[in-house]
Nanobody
Framework: QVQLVESGGGLVQTGGSLRLSCAAS????????MGWFRQAPGKEREFVAR????????DYADSVKGRFTISRDNAKNTVYLQMNSLKPMDTAVYYC????????????????WGQGTQVTVSS
């Protein structure tokens, strides 16, 4: 089992940057595929990015490709989401999640979730 705690959210202007962090408890962090998802008010939770156990493979939603970068530091039990060129459409609660399986863009495939951190992009 793993517990996840996100941080780094906040209010930023259009075009600005934020870096989200997700700290994991436990000594098996490197055994999980990690993902970032987001949920805007009135909308379903959507995939943002995922990263393989070693960090050697990443995948992004088309809407964030070229602007967001997911990375991980297994020695620190932490996964990051660097968000650049932010747009008002990026406003949402951002969640990190851990998957013991093959990794997916489907939120239902992830077993463990953090509590979320709010990102608000003003126009």
């Amino acid at each position: 089992q793993v517990q996840l705690v996100e941080s780094g959210g906040g209010l930023v202007q259009t075009g600005g940057s934020l870096r989200l962090s997700c700290a994991a408890s436990g000594r098996t962090f490197s055994s999980y595929v990690m993902g970032w998802f987001r949920q805007a008010p009135g909308k379903e939770r959507e995939f943002v990015a995922r990263i393989s156990r070693s960090g050697g493979s990443t995948d992004y939603a088309d809407s964030v490709k070229g602007r967001f970068t997911i990375s991980r530091d297994n020695a620190k039990n932490t996964v990051y989401l660097q968000m650049n060129s932010l747009k008002p459409m990026d406003t949402a609660v951002y969640y990190c999640a851990a998957d013991t399986g093959l990794g997916s863009s489907l939120p239902t495939r992830y077993e463990y979730w953090g509590q979320g951190t709010q990102v608000t992009v003003s126009s």
